[in-house]
T-cell receptor, first 116, second 114 residues
Framework: GESVGLHLPTLSVQEGDNSIINCAYSNSASDYFIWYKQESGKGPQFIIDIRSNMDKRQGQRVTVLLNKTVKHLSLQIAATQPGDSAVYFCAENIGELTGGGNKLTFGTGTQLKVEL | DTGVSQDPRHKITKRGQNVTFRCDPISEHNRLYWYRQTLGQGPEFLTYFQNEAQLEKSRLLSDRFSAERPKGSFSTLEIQRTEQGDSAMYLC????????????FGAGTRLSVL
């Protein structure tokens, strides 16, 4: 079946370095993507989103890149801090650009560990 | 706090018992979603409401599961005759239609079925 998945289950980075978390999706009909951060015992927290009519979007210390040709999404975190340690999920949605948009389909997540 | 609120945070029950969870969405949000998350996995969609109408249900939502949103505000998720396989985190999210479908999540209700 079609799914959203992540290449790396665990990513360890040094404090201050940049982090790149990758996500592959297989549903070509997906037109909206969201990155969420989930800390232990908490619900997913919205980080940044991107529509399929864009290929890059920047936020504060975070950038999302979308490559529709190879169905690949990445989240870049600049100057990674200890507080960035969490599990990161990408999620896809279908119908965003046509006024719909309901359920999100999540990947399995990447654990980001920031070493001091 | 005007975020999504879920109650209880934790629920321990014995197999065969019924449980009910409550979700209060962000006040101006008309869409409300329920997801289930097991350890090490991403959330899985269960069902969603737009106002009081339940518009979609996943096949994960067996006959033992029922969700309601009677007045288009808070929602309840009931599980009847709980099974050990129902043990999971149940997450609620809300969003506002007409704009981006950014879903904001609550902290979840962790269910343990003994």
């Amino acid at each position: 079946g079609e799914s959203v998945g992540l290449h790396l289950p665990t990513l360890s980075v040094q404090e201050g370095d940049n982090s790149i978390i990758n996500c592959a999706y297989s549903n070509s009909a997906s037109d909206y993507f969201i990155w969420y951060k989930q800390e232990s015992g908490k619900g997913p927290q919205f980080i940044i989103d991107i529509r399929s009519n864009m290929d890059k979007r920047q936020g504060q210390r975070v950038t999302v890149l979308l490559n529709k040709t190879v169905k690949h999404l990445s989240l870049q975190i600049a100057a990674t801090q200890p507080g960035d340690s969490a599990v990161y999920f990408c999620a896809e949605n279908i119908g965003e650009l046509t006024g719909g948009g309901n359920k999100l389909t999540f990947g399995t997540g990447t654990q980001l560990k920031v070493e001091l | 706090d005007t975020g999504v609120s879920q109650d209880p945070r934790h629920k321990i029950t014995k197999r065969g018992q019924n449980v009910t969870f409550r979700c209060d969405p962000i006040s101006e949000h008309n869409r409300l979603y329920w997801y289930r998350q097991t350890l090490g996995q991403g959330p899985e969609f269960l069902t969603y409401f737009q106002n009081e109408a339940q518009l979609e249900k996943s096949r994960l939502l067996s006959d033992r599961f029922s969700a309601e949103r009677p007045k288009g505000s808070f929602s309840t998720l009931e599980i009847q005759r709980t099974e050990q396989g129902d043990s999971a985190m149940y997450l609620c999210a809300s969003s506002l239609s007409g704009g981006k479908n950014i879903q904001y999540f609550g902290a979840g209700t962790r269910l343990s079925v003994l």
